[in-house]
């Protein structure tokens, strides 16, 4: 690289050093809005020497360490904090970005930024659990932590809709071993996490005169250790551990099907923040652990003949590999993950036919 190219390589990075300074600055301040007609807005800032300090040592950073400059496209999600600043009449939409969301955007900044500097900027010790064997397992933690974040934020509101039926059968069948429950009904058991009153969920009566469930028993089954131990909570943590392990499965059939971590990271995000997932994470239905199981299958089917050929790559073998991993996606109950993986099922099937690998 010659003088000149170095010397406009650092000017940039010190630019964009200072501007990540000043937005800094800014999401240090409070925006608040008096009058939601006209949008009149008051806000309140650090003072202009905070901002020259944070302008001037982003500047001096990037002048000092100009390989910094080629973060510049996460970057740019930066200019959604100026939006609600905007010394103009703005959209309502505008003012989402401030407040909580800044978070989420610096969040998404420094993460893209990480990821496009390269595996160097990271310590040695994250290394293996983000880009290297151990990410599957980081996955399923960063799931776990999510899921359970959205279960807290509900909890005094949940069980709800159907999930108190589903634990009403496993009560039946930690109580009594069977699925007959109009005697679980007329004993209040459902009090122990359902306030109010709950009738039996039934169309007909059986051939021998007893109630059943119109719900299906496989995820009553499930949770039925971890209820008997723990009571609702339990339930719901050990849905929340099954779709972990799900989304790790995700993790690493993306990983499998593009051959970048960056990818399967992105990958991944896309699933655990749906909102679909993200909120059948925790609650006693069928649907969180039959997309799990969607994508446990779709990975070990695409996976193991890639892991064999490609060599060791990120990962464990979650599953034998299957053939059939289409008729797996049918007979799943779990809407939220099947068309994801309905496209990794048939990049497999794709694979074997061509000995290429599609993109999809």
Not at 88 to 98: G, I, Q, S, T, Y
Not at 168 to 186: F, P, Y
Not at 321 to 345: K, N
Not at 347 to 358: I, L, T
Request: with cysteine.
């Amino acid at each position: 690289m010659t003088a000149a190219a170095g010397a406009r390589v650092r000017a940039g990075a010190a630019i964009l050093g200072a501007a990540v300074g000043a937005s800094a600055w800014l999401s240090a301040g409070v925006l608040a809005l008096i009058d939601p007609t006209r949008l009149t807005r008051v806000a309140a800032v650090p003072g202009w020497e905070c901002l020259a300090g944070l302008a001037a040592g982003g500047a001096a950073l990037g002048a000092l360490v100009p390989s910094l400059g080629a973060a510049w496209p996460p970057a740019t999600l930066l200019a959604l904090l100026w939006l609600p600043w905007l010394p103009l009449r703005v959209p309502d939409a505008f003012l989402l970005w401030e407040g909580p969301l800044e978070r989420a955007i610096w969040a998404a900044a420094l993460v893209g930024a990480a990821w496009m500097l390269g595996p160097r900027t990271l310590p040695s010790w994250a290394r293996p659990w983000l880009i290297g064997s151990r990410a599957p397992f980081m996955a399923a933690l960063l799931s776990a932590t999510i899921v359970s974040l959205a279960w807290a934020s509900v909890r005094p509101r949940v069980p709800v809709g159907d999930e108190p039926h589903y634990l009403v059968i496993t009560q039946s069948l930690l109580r009594d071993g069977d699925l007959r429950i109009e005697n679980n009904h007329q004993a209040d058991h459902y009090l122990e996490y359902y306030d109010g009153v709950l009738r039996p969920d039934f169309r007909r009566r059986g051939t021998d005169r007893q109630i059943y469930s119109i719900h299906a028993p496989g995820v009553s089954a499930l949770v039925a250790p971890a209820f008997a131990a723990f009571g609702y909570p339990g339930a719901a943590l050990m849905v929340i551990a099954v779709v972990s392990l799900g989304l790790a499965a995700a993790w690493q059939a993306a990983f499998l099907v593009s051959g970048s971590a960056t990818a399967a990271w992105i990958g991944w995000a896309s699933v655990a923040s749906a909102a679909p997932l993200l909120l059948h994470g925790f609650t006693i239905y069928p649907d969180g652990p039959g997309a799990a199981a969607t994508m446990v299958g779709a990975s070990g089917s695409y996976g193991w003949r890639s892991r064999a050929r490609r060599g060791r790559r990120p990962g464990w073998p979650l599953v034998r590999p299957s053939r059939a991993c289409p008729g797996c996606t049918r007979a799943s109950p779990s809407w939220p993950a099947c068309s994801a993986w309905r496209c990794a099922c048939a990049s497999y099937g794709s694979r074997e036919r061509s000995g290429r690998s599609p993109v999809c």
